[in-house]
């Protein structure tokens, strides 16, 4: 069994920057896709960012539209750990912030094998 747990929320202004961890325990993750969802206010679940393991290195990330150029997805395969580096954040990037982990980055996209809790991150305007 996979456990994430993610860290590093809270409460900024707009314009500053932000940055989530995932700690992830259980096994060894090096050849899942890992990556992050958001649930903003009254939406649904979306898909952030994830990153994937090629075999031999990492791949480039693949991040949603409404963040691309602003986050950045980092994993370090030795401690078990990917990153969400956010910056220029906006209101509209606030939302419970997810990790997710999976066998592939196509099933992660659309429905991870593994989450964490959850961490909040609010911007104030």
């Known amino acids: 069994q996979v456990q994430l747990v993610e860290s590093g929320g809270g409460l900024v202004q707009a314009g500053d920057s932000l940055t989530l961890s995932c700690a992830a325990s259980?096994?060894?993750?090096?050849?899942?896709?890992m990556g992050w969802f958001r649930q903003c206010p009254g939406k649904e679940r979306e898909f952030v960012g994830g990153?994937?393991?090629?075999?031999?290195?990492?791949?480039?990330?693949n991040y949603a539209d409404s963040v691309k150029g602003r986050f950045t997805i980092s994993r370090d395969n030795a401690k078990n750990t990917v990153n969400l580096r956010m910056n220029s954040l906006k209101p509209e990037d606030t939302a419970v912030y997810y990790c997710?982990?999976?066998?592939?980055?196509?099933?992660?996209?659309?429905?991870?094998?593994?989450w964490g809790q959850g961490t909040q991150v609010t911007v104030s305007s």
């Open positions: 997710a982990a999976s066998g592939s980055i196509v099933v992660l996209k659309s429905s991870p094998d593994y």
């Open positions: 259980g096994r060894t993750l090096f050849s899942f896709a």
């Open positions: 990153i994937r393991w090629t075999g031999s290195s990492t791949a480039s990330p």
